[in-house]
Protein backbone atom coordinates (compact mmCIF):
# COMPACT_ATOMS: atom_id res chain seq x y z
CA UNK A 1 0.00 0.00 0.00
CA UNK A 2 1.80 3.05 -1.15
CA UNK A 3 1.16 5.45 1.79
CA UNK A 4 2.19 8.74 0.12
CA UNK A 5 -0.50 8.41 -2.81
CA UNK A 6 0.38 11.81 -3.79
CA UNK A 7 3.93 11.40 -5.41
CA UNK A 8 2.44 8.52 -7.59
CA UNK A 9 0.16 11.11 -8.11
CA UNK A 10 2.08 14.02 -8.91
CA UNK A 11 3.86 12.14 -11.66
CA UNK A 12 0.52 11.06 -12.67
CA UNK A 13 -0.98 13.98 -13.56
CA UNK A 14 2.48 16.13 -14.13
CA UNK A 15 2.29 15.87 -17.94
CA UNK A 16 4.29 18.38 -19.48
CA UNK A 17 4.48 19.30 -23.38
CA UNK A 18 7.71 19.68 -24.32
CA UNK A 19 7.95 21.63 -27.32
CA UNK A 20 5.32 23.67 -26.85
CA UNK A 21 6.02 27.42 -25.19
CA UNK A 22 7.34 30.94 -25.67
CA UNK A 23 6.02 32.73 -28.05
CA UNK A 24 4.49 35.99 -26.86
CA UNK A 25 2.85 38.71 -28.86
CA UNK A 26 4.86 42.20 -28.61
CA UNK A 27 2.66 43.66 -25.67
CA UNK A 28 3.31 40.75 -23.82
CA UNK A 29 5.09 41.81 -20.98
CA UNK A 30 7.81 39.03 -19.50
CA UNK A 31 7.46 41.09 -15.66
CA UNK A 32 5.09 38.70 -13.70
CA UNK A 33 4.31 41.86 -11.53
CA UNK A 34 2.51 43.20 -14.42
CA UNK A 35 0.38 40.24 -15.60
CA UNK A 36 -3.17 40.72 -14.46
CA UNK A 37 -4.24 38.30 -11.67
CA UNK A 38 -7.30 36.75 -13.51
CA UNK A 39 -4.06 34.85 -15.47
CA UNK A 40 -2.44 34.04 -12.29
CA UNK A 41 -2.78 31.17 -9.83
CA UNK A 42 -4.66 32.05 -6.69
CA UNK A 43 -2.40 29.53 -4.24
CA UNK A 44 -4.14 31.59 -1.14
CA UNK A 45 -6.93 28.76 -1.88
CA UNK A 46 -3.99 26.50 -0.49
CA UNK A 47 -2.75 28.68 2.51
CA UNK A 48 -2.88 32.80 3.13
CA UNK A 49 0.35 33.31 3.84
CA UNK A 50 3.42 31.85 4.62
CA UNK A 51 2.70 31.99 8.12
CA UNK A 52 -0.46 29.64 7.67
CA UNK A 53 2.11 27.26 5.76
CA UNK A 54 4.15 27.25 8.62
CA UNK A 55 1.44 26.01 10.69
CA UNK A 56 0.57 23.42 8.29
CA UNK A 57 4.02 22.13 8.01
CA UNK A 58 4.05 22.16 11.53
CA UNK A 59 1.24 19.85 11.82
CA UNK A 60 2.09 17.68 9.56
CA UNK A 61 5.62 16.96 11.60
CA UNK A 62 2.75 16.15 14.68
CA UNK A 63 0.58 13.77 12.63
CA UNK A 64 3.55 11.88 11.56
CA UNK A 65 4.92 11.24 14.73
CA UNK A 66 1.10 9.78 15.83
CA UNK A 67 1.43 7.67 12.86
CA UNK A 68 4.81 6.06 13.93
CA UNK A 69 3.39 5.74 17.45
CA UNK A 70 0.93 3.25 15.70
CA UNK A 71 3.56 0.96 14.98
CA UNK A 72 2.79 -2.49 16.27
CA UNK A 73 -1.04 -2.11 16.35
CA UNK A 74 -2.06 -3.19 13.48
CA UNK A 75 -2.76 -6.74 13.85
CA UNK A 76 -4.80 -6.19 16.91
CA UNK A 77 -8.06 -5.84 15.33
CA UNK A 78 -9.41 -4.39 11.85
CA UNK A 79 -10.52 -1.22 14.01
CA UNK A 80 -6.83 -0.55 14.62
CA UNK A 81 -5.91 -1.15 11.15
CA UNK A 82 -8.52 1.49 10.04
CA UNK A 83 -7.25 4.32 12.62
CA UNK A 84 -3.80 3.71 10.91
CA UNK A 85 -5.15 4.33 7.42
CA UNK A 86 -7.94 7.22 8.10
CA UNK A 87 -4.38 8.99 10.29
CA UNK A 88 -2.80 8.09 6.92
CA UNK A 89 -5.17 9.78 4.63
CA UNK A 90 -5.67 12.85 7.06
CA UNK A 91 -1.52 12.94 6.64
CA UNK A 92 -1.66 12.71 3.04
CA UNK A 93 -4.85 15.33 2.47
CA UNK A 94 -2.34 18.01 4.50
CA UNK A 95 0.96 16.88 2.39
CA UNK A 96 -0.73 17.75 -0.98
CA UNK A 97 -1.39 21.57 0.31
CA UNK A 98 2.47 21.48 2.39
CA UNK A 99 4.29 20.15 -0.43
CA UNK A 100 2.44 21.93 -3.47
CA UNK A 101 2.16 25.88 -2.38
CA UNK A 102 5.78 26.29 -2.55
CA UNK A 103 6.24 23.57 -5.67
CA UNK A 104 3.93 25.93 -7.54
CA UNK A 105 5.58 29.12 -6.58
CA UNK A 106 8.77 27.65 -7.03
CA UNK A 107 7.41 27.09 -10.78
CA UNK A 108 6.75 30.51 -11.27
CA UNK A 109 9.92 31.54 -10.45
CA UNK A 110 12.56 28.96 -10.74
CA UNK A 111 15.43 31.88 -9.48
CA UNK A 112 14.06 32.09 -5.92
CA UNK A 113 16.26 30.33 -3.64
CA UNK A 114 14.14 31.19 -0.53
CA UNK A 115 11.73 29.51 -2.01
CA UNK A 116 13.26 26.38 -3.36
CA UNK A 117 14.47 26.21 0.23
CA UNK A 118 11.33 26.16 1.28
CA UNK A 119 10.60 23.38 -0.68
CA UNK A 120 13.70 21.62 0.54
CA UNK A 121 12.83 22.04 3.77
CA UNK A 122 9.29 19.85 2.73
CA UNK A 123 11.05 17.16 0.27
CA UNK A 124 13.63 16.50 3.66
CA UNK A 125 10.27 16.12 5.76
CA UNK A 126 9.62 13.37 3.24
CA UNK A 127 12.27 11.38 3.55
CA UNK A 128 12.34 11.54 7.60
CA UNK A 129 8.34 10.52 6.88
CA UNK A 130 9.75 7.66 4.44
CA UNK A 131 11.76 6.26 7.04
CA UNK A 132 9.75 6.22 9.95
CA UNK A 133 6.66 4.56 8.19
CA UNK A 134 8.60 1.57 6.40
CA UNK A 135 7.56 -0.42 9.30
CA UNK A 136 3.57 -0.43 7.71
CA UNK A 137 3.31 -2.54 4.59
CA UNK A 138 5.53 -5.19 6.29
CA UNK A 139 3.45 -5.19 9.88
CA UNK A 140 0.23 -5.12 7.08
CA UNK A 141 0.85 -8.41 5.16
CA UNK A 142 1.72 -9.67 8.61
CA UNK A 143 -2.06 -10.57 8.74
CA UNK A 144 -2.74 -13.66 7.32
CA UNK A 145 -4.80 -13.02 3.81
CA UNK A 146 -7.80 -15.41 5.06
CA UNK A 147 -8.17 -12.99 8.18
CA UNK A 148 -7.75 -9.76 6.26
CA UNK A 149 -10.16 -10.96 3.95
CA UNK A 150 -12.74 -11.38 6.53
CA UNK A 151 -12.08 -8.08 8.15
CA UNK A 152 -12.44 -5.98 4.77
CA UNK A 153 -15.62 -8.15 4.02
CA UNK A 154 -17.02 -7.44 7.83
CA UNK A 155 -15.87 -3.81 8.58
CA UNK A 156 -17.90 -1.42 6.47
CA UNK A 157 -15.16 1.19 7.35
CA UNK A 158 -12.61 -0.15 5.39
CA UNK A 159 -14.52 -0.45 2.21
CA UNK A 160 -12.66 2.32 0.79
CA UNK A 161 -9.22 1.00 1.40
CA UNK A 162 -10.37 -2.99 0.15
CA UNK A 163 -8.68 -2.13 -3.43
CA UNK A 164 -5.34 -0.87 -2.35
CA UNK A 165 -4.99 -3.52 0.24
CA UNK A 166 -5.97 -6.50 -1.95
CA UNK A 167 -3.15 -5.05 -4.45
CA UNK A 168 -0.37 -4.86 -1.68
CA UNK A 169 -1.18 -8.62 -0.72
CA UNK A 170 -0.71 -9.43 -4.72
CA UNK A 171 2.70 -7.45 -4.62
CA UNK A 172 3.63 -9.42 -1.46
CA UNK A 173 6.82 -10.97 -2.95
CA UNK A 174 7.96 -7.32 -3.68
CA UNK A 175 7.66 -5.68 0.10
CA UNK A 176 10.41 -6.57 1.96
CA UNK A 177 10.36 -7.09 5.83
CA UNK A 178 10.77 -3.88 7.96
CA UNK A 179 14.56 -3.45 8.76
CA UNK A 180 14.96 -3.75 4.66
CA UNK A 181 11.96 -1.33 3.99
CA UNK A 182 13.49 0.92 6.30
CA UNK A 183 16.87 0.65 4.62
CA UNK A 184 15.84 1.32 1.39
CA UNK A 185 13.45 3.81 3.03
CA UNK A 186 17.29 6.21 3.42
CA UNK A 187 18.10 6.51 -0.12
CA UNK A 188 14.26 7.76 -0.78
CA UNK A 189 16.06 11.29 -1.09
CA UNK A 190 18.92 10.35 -2.76
CA UNK A 191 16.72 8.61 -5.41
CA UNK A 192 15.85 11.94 -6.76
CA UNK A 193 19.22 13.62 -7.31
CA UNK A 194 19.55 12.73 -10.32
CA UNK A 195 16.42 14.53 -11.62
CA UNK A 196 17.45 17.44 -9.16
CA UNK A 197 20.71 17.58 -10.94
CA UNK A 198 19.35 17.64 -14.50
CA UNK A 199 16.73 20.78 -13.70
CA UNK A 200 19.65 22.68 -12.51
CA UNK A 201 21.37 21.97 -15.23
CA UNK A 202 18.88 22.25 -17.67
CA UNK A 203 17.05 25.02 -16.48
CA UNK A 204 18.52 26.98 -13.57
CA UNK A 205 22.17 27.38 -14.87
CA UNK A 206 21.94 26.68 -18.52
CA UNK A 207 23.37 29.50 -20.58
CA UNK A 208 21.59 29.53 -24.32
CA UNK A 209 23.13 31.66 -26.94
CA UNK A 210 21.71 34.39 -29.16
CA UNK A 211 21.25 33.52 -33.27
CA UNK A 212 21.17 36.13 -35.53
CA UNK A 213 18.16 35.52 -37.68
CA UNK A 214 18.07 36.71 -41.49
CA UNK A 215 15.89 39.74 -40.87
CA UNK A 216 18.64 40.65 -38.13
CA UNK A 217 16.96 40.09 -34.94
CA UNK A 218 18.68 38.32 -32.07
CA UNK A 219 16.92 35.60 -30.18
CA UNK A 220 18.67 33.82 -27.45
CA UNK A 221 18.14 29.81 -28.48
CA UNK A 222 15.95 29.30 -25.29
CA UNK A 223 13.17 26.34 -25.36
CA UNK A 224 10.53 28.79 -26.02
CA UNK A 225 12.58 30.94 -28.28
CA UNK A 226 13.39 27.68 -30.06
CA UNK A 227 9.95 26.10 -30.97
CA UNK A 228 8.63 29.37 -31.64
CA UNK A 229 10.77 29.90 -34.43
CA UNK A 230 10.53 25.99 -35.35
CA UNK A 231 6.58 27.32 -35.77
CA UNK A 232 6.93 30.65 -37.30
CA UNK A 233 9.86 31.19 -39.30
CA UNK A 234 9.49 30.92 -42.68
CA UNK A 235 13.46 30.59 -43.44
CA UNK A 236 14.85 27.05 -43.31
CA UNK A 237 18.23 28.59 -42.57
CA UNK A 238 16.81 30.57 -39.41
CA UNK A 239 15.29 27.28 -38.49
CA UNK A 240 18.66 25.48 -38.97
CA UNK A 241 20.72 28.05 -37.17
CA UNK A 242 18.36 27.90 -33.95
CA UNK A 243 18.42 24.51 -34.18
CA UNK A 244 22.07 23.62 -34.08
CA UNK A 245 22.51 26.09 -31.33
CA UNK A 246 19.88 25.17 -29.07
CA UNK A 247 20.99 21.31 -29.55
CA UNK A 248 24.75 22.53 -29.34
CA UNK A 249 23.88 23.41 -25.99
CA UNK A 250 23.29 19.74 -24.99
CA UNK A 251 25.95 18.52 -26.78
CA UNK A 252 28.60 21.04 -25.34
CA UNK A 253 27.73 18.91 -21.93
CA UNK A 254 26.62 15.63 -23.33
CA UNK A 255 28.76 13.38 -21.23
CA UNK A 256 26.85 15.17 -17.83
CA UNK A 257 24.04 14.62 -19.36
CA UNK A 258 24.84 11.21 -19.75
CA UNK A 259 26.19 10.54 -16.29
CA UNK A 260 23.34 11.70 -14.90
CA UNK A 261 20.74 9.55 -17.21
CA UNK A 262 23.03 6.29 -16.01
CA UNK A 263 22.64 7.53 -12.77
CA UNK A 264 18.67 7.26 -13.07
CA UNK A 265 19.30 3.70 -14.84
CA UNK A 266 21.35 2.33 -12.20
CA UNK A 267 19.05 3.51 -9.88
CA UNK A 268 16.32 1.85 -11.43
CA UNK A 269 18.14 -1.04 -11.73
CA UNK A 270 19.16 -1.44 -8.06
CA UNK A 271 15.59 -0.65 -6.79
CA UNK A 272 14.43 -3.20 -8.95
CA UNK A 273 16.48 -5.71 -7.83
CA UNK A 274 16.05 -5.10 -4.01
CA UNK A 275 12.42 -5.47 -4.90
CA UNK A 276 12.76 -8.73 -6.47
CA UNK A 277 11.64 -8.05 -9.83
CA UNK A 278 13.74 -9.59 -13.00
CA UNK A 279 14.10 -5.93 -14.97
CA UNK A 280 13.28 -2.58 -14.40
CA UNK A 281 10.43 -2.47 -16.63
CA UNK A 282 8.92 -5.22 -14.51
CA UNK A 283 9.31 -2.95 -11.87
CA UNK A 284 7.48 -0.30 -13.60
CA UNK A 285 4.67 -1.81 -14.91
CA UNK A 286 4.07 -3.90 -11.81
CA UNK A 287 2.55 -1.19 -9.58
CA UNK A 288 -0.46 -0.94 -12.05
CA UNK A 289 -0.33 -4.59 -12.91
CA UNK A 290 0.08 -3.99 -16.67
CA UNK A 291 1.49 -6.72 -18.47
CA UNK A 292 5.09 -6.44 -19.55
CA UNK A 293 3.80 -7.45 -23.40
CA UNK A 294 1.76 -4.45 -23.51
CA UNK A 295 4.83 -1.86 -23.49
CA UNK A 296 6.63 -4.62 -25.49
CA UNK A 297 4.61 -5.34 -28.35
CA UNK A 298 3.29 -2.21 -28.64
CA UNK A 299 7.05 -0.77 -29.36
CA UNK A 300 7.80 -3.50 -32.41
CA UNK A 301 4.40 -2.77 -33.58
CA UNK A 302 5.12 0.83 -34.15
CA UNK A 303 8.16 0.22 -35.34
CA UNK A 304 6.93 -1.81 -37.73
CA UNK A 305 4.65 0.73 -38.85
CA UNK A 306 6.22 3.92 -39.68
CA UNK A 307 4.56 4.12 -43.54
CA UNK A 308 1.81 6.91 -42.55
CA UNK A 309 4.34 9.28 -40.64
CA UNK A 310 6.88 9.04 -43.56
CA UNK A 311 4.26 9.66 -46.29
CA UNK A 312 2.73 12.74 -44.24
CA UNK A 313 6.76 14.06 -43.85
CA UNK A 314 7.13 13.70 -47.85
CA UNK A 315 4.20 15.20 -48.88
CA UNK A 316 5.57 18.16 -46.10
CA UNK A 317 8.60 18.36 -48.00
CA UNK A 318 6.70 18.67 -51.36
CA UNK A 319 4.45 21.37 -50.32
CA UNK A 320 6.94 23.34 -48.64
CA UNK A 321 9.10 22.81 -51.66
CA UNK A 322 12.37 22.04 -49.76
CA UNK A 323 15.14 20.01 -51.29
CA UNK A 324 16.27 18.92 -47.90
CA UNK A 325 13.53 17.92 -45.29
CA UNK A 326 15.05 18.15 -41.86
CA UNK A 327 13.12 17.38 -38.93
CA UNK A 328 13.55 21.37 -37.40
CA UNK A 329 11.16 22.01 -40.58
CA UNK A 330 8.81 19.83 -38.97
CA UNK A 331 6.63 22.72 -36.70
CA UNK A 332 6.25 25.18 -39.53
CA UNK A 333 2.54 25.50 -40.70
CA UNK A 334 2.07 24.26 -44.49
CA UNK A 335 -0.33 27.49 -44.75
CA UNK A 336 1.25 30.95 -44.53
CA UNK A 337 -0.78 32.58 -41.47
CA UNK A 338 -0.70 35.17 -39.37
CA UNK A 339 -3.44 34.33 -37.55
CA UNK A 340 -3.09 33.92 -33.78
CA UNK A 341 -5.68 32.85 -30.97
CA UNK A 342 -6.32 35.18 -28.15
CA UNK A 343 -6.48 33.17 -24.72
CA UNK A 344 -9.95 34.12 -23.89
CA UNK A 345 -11.16 32.49 -27.61
CA UNK A 346 -9.55 29.37 -27.10
CA UNK A 347 -11.89 28.74 -23.51
CA UNK A 348 -14.58 29.34 -25.77
CA UNK A 349 -13.63 27.04 -28.04
CA UNK A 350 -13.10 23.97 -25.00
CA UNK A 351 -16.16 24.89 -24.24
CA UNK A 352 -18.10 24.52 -27.41
CA UNK A 353 -15.92 21.45 -28.32
CA UNK A 354 -16.94 19.14 -25.16
CA UNK A 355 -20.30 20.48 -25.23
CA UNK A 356 -20.95 16.57 -26.44
CA UNK A 357 -19.69 15.25 -22.72
CA UNK A 358 -22.58 16.11 -21.03
CA UNK A 359 -23.86 19.30 -18.51
CA UNK A 360 -21.89 18.10 -15.46
CA UNK A 361 -18.51 18.13 -17.69
CA UNK A 362 -19.47 21.91 -18.79
CA UNK A 363 -19.92 22.98 -15.55
CA UNK A 364 -17.00 21.67 -14.12
CA UNK A 365 -14.94 23.13 -17.28
CA UNK A 366 -16.97 26.45 -16.17
CA UNK A 367 -15.94 26.19 -13.06
CA UNK A 368 -12.29 25.52 -13.65
CA UNK A 369 -11.59 28.33 -16.37
CA UNK A 370 -13.18 31.58 -13.95
CA UNK A 371 -9.94 31.87 -12.33
CA UNK A 372 -7.55 31.20 -9.97
CA UNK A 373 -6.88 27.42 -11.34
CA UNK A 374 -4.90 28.76 -14.47
CA UNK A 375 -1.46 30.30 -14.54
CA UNK A 376 -1.76 31.19 -18.08
CA UNK A 377 1.77 33.64 -19.69
CA UNK A 378 5.05 33.04 -19.71
CA UNK A 379 7.28 35.10 -17.27
CA UNK A 380 10.71 35.32 -16.62
CA UNK A 381 12.00 32.99 -14.52
CA UNK A 382 9.14 30.37 -14.82
CA UNK A 383 9.67 26.82 -15.88
CA UNK A 384 8.32 26.21 -19.42
CA UNK A 385 5.84 23.43 -20.56
CA UNK A 386 2.29 22.75 -19.92
CA UNK A 387 0.66 20.50 -16.90
CA UNK A 388 -2.28 19.87 -14.38
CA UNK A 389 -1.57 19.24 -10.96
CA UNK A 390 -3.86 18.41 -8.35
CA UNK A 391 -4.28 19.65 -4.49
CA UNK A 392 -6.50 17.16 -2.78
CA UNK A 393 -8.94 19.45 -0.74
CA UNK A 394 -8.55 22.25 -3.40
CA UNK A 395 -8.83 21.84 -6.51
CA UNK A 396 -6.21 21.03 -9.12
CA UNK A 397 -3.71 23.56 -10.85
CA UNK A 398 -3.09 24.18 -14.15
CA UNK A 399 0.25 25.96 -15.85
CA UNK A 400 0.42 27.32 -19.56
CA UNK A 401 2.89 29.22 -20.95
CA UNK A 402 0.19 30.19 -23.39
CA UNK A 403 1.62 32.28 -26.58
CA UNK A 404 -1.23 32.40 -28.96
CA UNK A 405 -0.59 29.74 -31.42
CA UNK A 406 -3.26 26.78 -32.95
CA UNK A 407 -0.82 24.99 -30.85
CA UNK A 408 -1.05 26.18 -27.78
CA UNK A 409 -5.22 26.23 -28.17
CA UNK A 410 -4.74 22.50 -28.82
CA UNK A 411 -3.00 22.86 -25.25
CA UNK A 412 -5.38 24.42 -23.18
CA UNK A 413 -8.03 21.62 -24.44
CA UNK A 414 -5.25 19.20 -23.04
CA UNK A 415 -4.48 20.40 -19.85
CA UNK A 416 -8.08 21.44 -18.74
CA UNK A 417 -9.16 17.48 -19.82
CA UNK A 418 -6.53 16.64 -17.11
CA UNK A 419 -8.09 18.88 -14.31
CA UNK A 420 -11.44 17.76 -15.23
CA UNK A 421 -10.51 13.84 -14.90
CA UNK A 422 -9.01 15.25 -11.80
CA UNK A 423 -11.88 16.80 -10.15
CA UNK A 424 -14.50 14.01 -10.89
CA UNK A 425 -11.91 11.37 -9.51
CA UNK A 426 -11.82 13.75 -6.49
CA UNK A 427 -15.23 14.26 -6.48
CA UNK A 428 -16.12 10.51 -6.48
CA UNK A 429 -13.75 8.85 -4.97
CA UNK A 430 -13.06 8.55 -1.47
CA UNK A 431 -9.35 9.86 -0.83
CA UNK A 432 -7.84 6.23 -0.90
CA UNK A 433 -9.02 5.90 -4.37
CA UNK A 434 -9.36 8.94 -6.07
CA UNK A 435 -5.31 8.97 -7.07
CA UNK A 436 -5.93 7.59 -11.32
CA UNK A 437 -2.72 5.87 -12.59
CA UNK A 438 -0.14 7.38 -15.13
CA UNK A 439 -1.66 4.34 -17.40
CA UNK A 440 -5.20 6.20 -17.75
CA UNK A 441 -4.12 9.92 -17.36
CA UNK A 442 -3.57 11.16 -20.54
CA UNK A 443 -7.11 9.50 -22.09
CA UNK A 444 -9.51 12.47 -20.86
CA UNK A 445 -6.26 15.41 -22.35
CA UNK A 446 -6.34 13.17 -25.70
CA UNK A 447 -10.35 12.77 -26.38
CA UNK A 448 -10.62 16.84 -25.45
CA UNK A 449 -7.84 17.54 -28.28
CA UNK A 450 -9.93 15.18 -30.98
CA UNK A 451 -13.59 16.92 -29.74
CA UNK A 452 -12.03 20.33 -30.34
CA UNK A 453 -10.60 19.37 -34.02
CA UNK A 454 -13.84 18.15 -34.84
CA UNK A 455 -15.37 21.74 -33.48
CA UNK A 456 -12.91 23.88 -35.49
CA UNK A 457 -13.18 21.94 -38.67
CA UNK A 458 -17.06 21.77 -38.54
CA UNK A 459 -16.82 25.88 -38.04
CA UNK A 460 -14.40 26.79 -40.78
CA UNK A 461 -14.46 26.59 -44.71
CA UNK A 462 -11.38 28.39 -45.07
CA UNK A 463 -9.07 25.65 -46.66
CA UNK A 464 -5.98 27.29 -45.15
CA UNK A 465 -7.49 26.86 -42.15
CA UNK A 466 -8.36 23.24 -42.37
CA UNK A 467 -5.20 22.41 -43.56
CA UNK A 468 -4.02 23.93 -40.41
CA UNK A 469 -6.06 22.04 -38.19
CA UNK A 470 -5.72 18.45 -40.09
CA UNK A 471 -2.11 18.96 -40.02
CA UNK A 472 -2.32 19.83 -35.81
CA UNK A 473 -4.40 16.43 -35.35
CA UNK A 474 -1.86 14.46 -37.48
CA UNK A 475 1.09 16.23 -35.55
CA UNK A 476 -0.66 15.05 -32.31
CA UNK A 477 -0.47 11.27 -33.77
CA UNK A 478 3.45 12.02 -34.65
CA UNK A 479 4.27 13.79 -31.37
CA UNK A 480 1.82 11.87 -29.12
CA UNK A 481 1.81 8.40 -30.53
CA UNK A 482 4.88 7.80 -32.70
CA UNK A 483 7.52 9.82 -30.94
CA UNK A 484 6.78 8.70 -27.65
CA UNK A 485 7.07 5.45 -28.45
CA UNK A 486 10.46 5.72 -29.98
CA UNK A 487 11.17 7.74 -26.96
CA UNK A 488 10.14 4.22 -24.84
CA UNK A 489 11.83 2.35 -27.27
CA UNK A 490 15.07 4.47 -26.38
CA UNK A 491 14.49 3.84 -22.38
CA UNK A 492 13.63 0.01 -22.93
CA UNK A 493 16.97 -0.39 -24.77
CA UNK A 494 19.41 1.60 -21.96
CA UNK A 495 17.99 -0.05 -19.51
CA UNK A 496 18.67 -3.16 -20.77
CA UNK A 497 22.32 -2.24 -21.38
CA UNK A 498 22.12 -1.56 -17.28
CA UNK A 499 21.14 -5.15 -16.52
CA UNK A 500 23.15 -6.56 -18.67
CA UNK A 501 26.33 -4.54 -17.06
CA UNK A 502 26.85 -2.59 -19.86
CA UNK A 503 28.14 0.91 -20.10
CA UNK A 504 26.14 3.57 -20.82
CA UNK A 505 27.93 6.19 -22.38
CA UNK A 506 27.18 10.10 -24.03
CA UNK A 507 28.30 7.78 -27.54
CA UNK A 508 26.10 4.82 -26.60
CA UNK A 509 23.22 6.90 -26.10
CA UNK A 510 23.67 8.85 -29.02
CA UNK A 511 23.96 6.13 -31.30
CA UNK A 512 20.45 4.47 -30.02
CA UNK A 513 19.19 7.85 -30.61
CA UNK A 514 20.37 7.96 -34.26
CA UNK A 515 19.31 4.36 -34.77
CA UNK A 516 15.57 5.24 -33.77
CA UNK A 517 15.89 8.07 -36.16
CA UNK A 518 16.57 6.16 -38.97
CA UNK A 519 14.06 3.28 -38.45
CA UNK A 520 11.10 5.94 -37.90
CA UNK A 521 11.89 8.36 -40.43
CA UNK A 522 13.93 6.66 -43.02
CA UNK A 523 14.69 8.00 -46.22
CA UNK A 524 11.93 10.87 -45.40
CA UNK A 525 14.39 13.26 -43.75
CA UNK A 526 17.95 14.13 -43.32
CA UNK A 527 19.13 12.80 -40.79
CA UNK A 528 21.13 15.67 -38.76
CA UNK A 529 23.53 14.70 -36.33
CA UNK A 530 23.23 16.93 -33.84
CA UNK A 531 19.48 15.41 -33.10
CA UNK A 532 21.30 12.21 -31.68
CA UNK A 533 21.18 14.13 -28.40
CA UNK A 534 17.86 14.78 -28.18
CA UNK A 535 17.67 12.29 -24.91
CA UNK A 536 19.70 15.06 -22.77
CA UNK A 537 16.94 17.55 -23.48
CA UNK A 538 13.85 14.81 -22.72
CA UNK A 539 12.68 15.76 -18.98
CA UNK A 540 11.02 12.50 -18.56
CA UNK A 541 14.15 10.49 -19.04
CA UNK A 542 15.07 12.10 -16.26
CA UNK A 543 12.33 12.61 -14.12
CA UNK A 544 9.98 10.00 -14.66
CA UNK A 545 11.63 6.64 -16.31
CA UNK A 546 8.84 4.07 -18.41
CA UNK A 547 6.37 7.53 -18.41
CA UNK A 548 6.03 8.30 -21.79
CA UNK A 549 4.59 4.96 -23.28
CA UNK A 550 1.79 5.79 -21.66
CA UNK A 551 1.16 8.79 -23.80
CA UNK A 552 0.62 6.26 -26.79
CA UNK A 553 -1.74 3.34 -25.05
CA UNK A 554 -3.50 6.55 -23.55
CA UNK A 555 -3.76 8.39 -27.36
CA UNK A 556 -4.86 4.56 -28.54
CA UNK A 557 -7.31 3.90 -25.99
CA UNK A 558 -8.94 7.97 -26.40
CA UNK A 559 -8.88 7.04 -30.13
CA UNK A 560 -11.04 4.02 -29.00
CA UNK A 561 -13.58 6.03 -26.63
CA UNK A 562 -13.66 8.58 -28.97
CA UNK A 563 -14.88 6.18 -31.93
CA UNK A 564 -17.62 4.89 -29.32
CA UNK A 565 -18.91 8.38 -28.60
CA UNK A 566 -19.34 9.10 -32.17
CA UNK A 567 -20.23 5.93 -34.08
CA UNK A 568 -22.79 4.07 -33.64
CA UNK A 569 -26.90 4.71 -32.51
CA UNK A 570 -27.74 7.64 -30.66
CA UNK A 571 -28.49 4.67 -27.50
CA UNK A 572 -24.83 3.55 -28.59
CA UNK A 573 -23.22 6.61 -28.26
CA UNK A 574 -25.32 7.66 -24.85
CA UNK A 575 -23.66 4.24 -23.54
CA UNK A 576 -20.41 5.09 -24.24
CA UNK A 577 -20.56 8.71 -22.75
CA UNK A 578 -21.87 6.57 -19.24
CA UNK A 579 -18.68 4.76 -19.24
CA UNK A 580 -16.09 7.27 -20.53
CA UNK A 581 -17.73 9.28 -17.50
CA UNK A 582 -17.52 6.12 -15.32
CA UNK A 583 -13.50 6.13 -16.12
CA UNK A 584 -13.22 9.77 -15.31
CA UNK A 585 -15.15 9.26 -11.81
CA UNK A 586 -13.27 5.77 -10.81
CA UNK A 587 -9.98 7.30 -9.67
CA UNK A 588 -7.96 4.88 -8.94
CA UNK A 589 -10.49 2.56 -7.72
CA UNK A 590 -8.79 -0.57 -10.50
CA UNK A 591 -6.07 -1.54 -11.83
CA UNK A 592 -6.19 0.68 -15.60
CA UNK A 593 -6.57 -2.54 -17.81
CA UNK A 594 -9.85 -3.28 -15.98
CA UNK A 595 -11.24 0.02 -15.97
CA UNK A 596 -10.36 0.93 -19.73
CA UNK A 597 -11.41 -2.49 -20.71
CA UNK A 598 -15.09 -1.19 -18.92
CA UNK A 599 -14.92 1.99 -21.05
CA UNK A 600 -14.71 0.18 -24.41
CA UNK A 601 -10.57 -0.34 -24.73
CA UNK A 602 -8.45 -3.62 -24.69
CA UNK A 603 -4.79 -2.49 -25.18
CA UNK A 604 -3.83 -6.21 -25.26
CA UNK A 605 -5.19 -6.29 -28.88
CA UNK A 606 -2.87 -4.77 -31.74
CA UNK A 607 -5.59 -4.20 -33.52
CA UNK A 608 -6.28 -1.23 -30.69
CA UNK A 609 -2.73 0.02 -31.65
CA UNK A 610 -3.29 -0.49 -35.22
CA UNK A 611 -5.90 1.67 -35.48
CA UNK A 612 -3.76 4.66 -34.81
CA UNK A 613 -1.60 3.95 -37.61
CA UNK A 614 -5.16 3.63 -39.84
CA UNK A 615 -6.18 7.20 -38.27
CA UNK A 616 -2.85 8.76 -39.38
CA UNK A 617 -3.16 7.59 -42.62
CA UNK A 618 -6.85 8.41 -43.59
CA UNK A 619 -5.67 11.73 -42.27
CA UNK A 620 -2.54 12.27 -44.51
CA UNK A 621 -5.08 10.88 -47.25
CA UNK A 622 -7.61 14.15 -45.96
CA UNK A 623 -5.00 16.56 -46.07
CA UNK A 624 -3.53 15.15 -49.96
CA UNK A 625 -6.98 16.12 -50.73
CA UNK A 626 -7.43 19.47 -49.22
CA UNK A 627 -3.83 19.99 -51.23
CA UNK A 628 -5.18 19.40 -54.30
CA UNK A 629 -8.40 21.13 -54.23
CA UNK A 630 -6.28 23.80 -54.28
CA UNK A 631 -4.26 23.40 -57.55
Known sequence: MNLIPFLRSLLSIILIIILINGLWSK???????????RYKWRLSDIYSSWEDWEKGLSELEVKMDEFADLKGTLGKDPLALLKALQLNDDLTILWYRVFQYPRLLRDTDTRDQDISAKLQRVQILNSKFSTSKSWFNPELLEIPWETMKSWLNETPGLEPYHYNIEDLYRQQIHVLDAEKEKLLSYYNQLNGNPNAIYIELSTSDVQFPEVSLSNGEKLACTNGNYSMVLATN???ADRRAMFEAHYGVYKEKANTYAAIYNGVCQRDWAIARARNYSTTLEAALDEDNVPVSVYENMVQTVKENTAPLQRYLQLRKKVLGL???????????????????????????????????????????KEAIQGGWIDVYENTGKRSG???????????YMLLNYNETLDYVFTVAHELGHSMHTTLSNENQPFA????????????STLNERLLLDYLLAN?????????LLTQAIRDISGTFYTQVMFADFELQVHRLIEEGKPVTSEVLSNIALELDEAYYGEAIIHDDLYKYIWARIPHFYRTPYYVYQYATCFASSAQIYNNLTGGSEKERQVALEKYLDLLKSGGSDYPMNQLIAAGVDLSKPETILEITKQMDKLVAQLEKEFDKRQ
Request: aromatic residues 12%; glycine residues 4%.
Open 433 to 444: THDYTIFVAEVA
Open 27 to 37: ERSLNREEIDD
Open 460 to 468: TDDPDERID
Open 386 to 396: AYSTNVYGVHP
Open 234 to 236: QSQ
Open 323 to 365: EEYHLYDGSISLVKSSKTYPYEQSLDWVKNAVAPLGDIYQSKL
